[in-house]
Structures are given as C-alpha cells and as structure tokens.
C-alpha cells in the first residue's frame, strides 16, 4: 500500500538554526499538508498545500515557517530561526479531494 | 476555532464494547473523520461519515448527527491493542483534531 514518507525521523537542532522537514506524499494525491504535535498535546494544523500554492494556514504558521515542492514528488516544511518551543512531533500528510488524510510516521525536532 | 470535545480518558476490559462520543460545532462542517493514534506514532484513519447514521467497519462503527453535531466510534470485542488515543476529527475546510481521548484496555 502506497504510504507517506517522512525524513529525518529525529533532527536535533540548536535554538536560531534552520532545519528542513522533508515529506514525500503518495503519488496520486493532489492534497499536502503539515501538522505538528507537541509532546502530550493535540495534533494542530499548520497549513495545506494545492496546485502548487498555499491553500489555508493556521495562526501557528506564521512567518517563521514556508513550505516549497521543490519538484514532483518532495514537500518540504523550513522553520527559520528555531525556537525551544518548536520542538515537536511534525507530521506531513496527503490526500485525495475530501478523502481521509494519510499521514508520514512524522520527524520528531529537538530544539536545544 | 471549532469547538471539538471527547472525553480525556476512559478505560474498559479486553472483550467488551466502548463508545467514544465527540461533539463538534457544526458550521462549515462537510464531513467527520476518526483517527487512531497510538503513542508515538502517526494518526491512522478509522471511518468517516459525511451523512448521518451509522457507518460500520469490522470491529469499529462510527455514527453521525449532523444536525445535534454529535458523533461516537463505537469498538467492539475490545483487544489490547485497541489500547491509544482515538482522534474525533471535523472536516471543515481543514481536518482539524479533537484532544482525543486515551483509552486504556486492561485484561
């Protein structure tokens, strides 16, 4: 069964760096999307991607992160200027039109 | 944002049935989606229901009311693994998740 993929699995970072999240959705979805997950918390919506464009971001999204597909198959999340509480469990996911989202097994951030 | 509430917790014996309800605010609402998500690991897809009723899949069923913004993942023949955080999850124009409630199935 075709499934999300999602590298690093862990990436530890020090506080002020850049780091890059990479996602490969499944091929056939149009629909991409960021989701993170702090420890013990709910999973919280950070943006979608369509056609190649932001569709809908969350106040969390603010400009401290971007999202790219720099070519056909990878989705990248950048956080710049990491702080201690962007340390988290992100998880990228993808979808066909109002289909159920499939998500990656997520990249867990270290900020130290 | 939307309102999205399901109970914290709740825990039940291998063998037995257990309803998760979730109540969700209804505008801008096009479809209710549940996830199980086991510690540590990504959420996976259970059922999802776009009209009201009851949607039935092997030992999970999920039911509807769209007009009372009401929904509950029904479990059934309860195994241990069943034991993780099940996700209530509206569809507005994106999926957003509920806290989740943490189940906890004891022999």
């Known amino acids: 069964e075709p499934e999300v993929t999602q590298t690093p699995s862990h990436q530890v970072t020090q506080m002020g760096q850049e780091v890059i999240l990479r996602c490969v959705p499944i091929?056939?979805?149009?629909?991409f999307y960021w989701y993170r997950q702090i420890l013990g918390q709910k999973v919280e919506f950070l943006v979608s991607f369509y056609n190649n464009e932001i569709s809908e971001k969350s106040e969390i999204f603010d400009d401290q992160f971007s999202v790219e597909r720099p070519d056909g198959s990878n989705f990248t999340l950048k956080i710049r200027s990491t702080k201690l509480e962007d340390s988290a469990m992100y998880f990228c996911?993808?979808?066909?039109?109002?289909?159920?989202?499939?998500f990656g097994n997520g990249t867990r951030l270290t900020v130290t | 944002g939307q309102n999205i509430d399901q109970p914290t917790e709740m825990t039940a014996t291998e063998g037995a049935i257990v309803q998760i309800n979730c109540t969700y605010q209804?505008?801008?609402?096009?479809?209710l989606f549940w996830y199980q998500q086991h510690a540590g690991e990504a959420p996976t897809f259970l059922s999802y229901n776009v009209l009201d009723g009851l949607e039935e899949k092997g030992r999970f069923s999920s039911f509807l009311s769209r007009s009372k913004g009401y929904s509950y993942l029904l479990l059934k023949e309860l195994q241990m693994k069943d034991s993780a955080s099940y996700l209530c999850a509206p569809g507005y124009s994106t999926l957003t998740f509920g806290k989740g409630t943490m189940l906890l199935v004891s022999p």
């Open positions: 091929s056939n979805h149009l629909y």
């Open positions: 996911a993808s979808s066909e039109q109002r289909s159920p989202l499939h």
């Open positions: 209804t505008s801008g609402f096009n479809g």
